[in-house]
């Protein structure tokens, strides 16, 4: 599975971005699709998850309420929609791939800054 991520920018706080991701290849074999972010100096971690088939998401706390993940299997596609953005949001956000065997495939990454 090949996945690409767009809409990364400059903003600044208390305003909104959205995100994007397009797979391609094997996708039939996806099971979740997810963001991650890794800011300078931090580890990489989850921020939201969603499972292709039934939809289901999990988001991580310091993002609950502010961001929305979504998919559209029609389009092999992944979103996240992030609103009132914080300074500490600021990082490369990834998008994740997962199949039913656990492999998994990452993106390339897009930087989202966040002025104060």
């Known amino acids: 599975v090949q996945l690409v991520e767009s809409g990364g920018g400059l903003v600044q706080a208390g305003g909104s971005l959205r995100l994007s991701c397009a797979a391609s290849?094997?996708?039939?074999?996806?099971?979740?699709m997810g963001w991650y972010r890794q800011a300078p100096g931090k580890q990489r971690e989850l921020v939201a998850r969603?499972?292709?088939?039934?939809?289901?998401?999990n988001y991580a706390d310091s993002v609950k309420g502010r961001f929305t993940i979504s998919r559209d299997k029609t389009k092999n596609s992944m979103y996240l929609q992030m609103n009132s953005l914080k300074p500490e949001d600021t990082a490369v956000y990834y998008c994740?791939?997962?199949?039913?065997?656990?492999?998994?495939?990452w993106g390339q990454g897009t930087q989202v800054t966040v002025s104060s």
């Open positions: 290849g094997s996708t039939f074999s996806i099971n979740a």
């Open positions: 969603i499972f292709r088939d039934s939809g289901t998401t």
């Open positions: 994740n791939a997962v199949d039913w065997i656990g492999r998994g495939s």
